[in-house]
């Protein structure tokens, strides 16, 4: 049973940083595309960033580009979220997420390829 357990999570002033971490544990980290994704009240689950098996590719939605930092440690069997210059806009929950599928990271934009998901993480930035 493939598990992703995410941490990092909190209450962060605008313009403040955090970084999220995803422990995936019962499966082959190692060949999992990974994704973040995050879902406001009242809003759809939408993506935030993803990041292919080897860590060599990533693909980032277009409100994070330049703020956020996805990354992965497939030594350690985790996957992180580096986010910085935070908004109120950047408030919800985040949860990570694994697909086996071998598609590039463009495709895996679509959280609707996800066969693993994490039970998330609430990020609040308070203005």
């Known amino acids: 049973q493939v598990q992703l357990v995410e941490s990092g999570g909190g209450l962060v002033q605008v313009g403040g940083s955090l970084r999220l971490s995803c422990a995936v544990s019962?499966?082959?980290?190692?060949?999992?595309?990974m994704g973040w994704f995050r879902q406001a009240p009242g809003k759809e689950r939408e993506v935030v960033a993803v990041i292919s098996s080897s860590g060599a590719g990533t693909s980032y939605a277009d409100s994070v580009k330049g703020r956020f930092t996805i990354s992965r440690d497939n030594a350690k069997n985790t996957v992180y979220l580096q986010m910085k210059n935070l908004s109120p806009e950047d408030t919800a929950v985040y949860y990570c997420?694994?697909?086996?599928?071998?598609?590039?990271?463009?495709?895996?934009?679509?959280?609707?390829?996800?066969?693993?998901w994490g039970q998330g993480t609430q990020v609040t930035v308070s203005s």
């Open positions: 997420a694994a697909t086996r599928l071998p598609i590039t990271t463009a495709h895996a934009m679509n959280k609707n390829l996800y066969d693993y």
């Open positions: 019962g499966g082959t980290f190692s060949i999992y595309i």
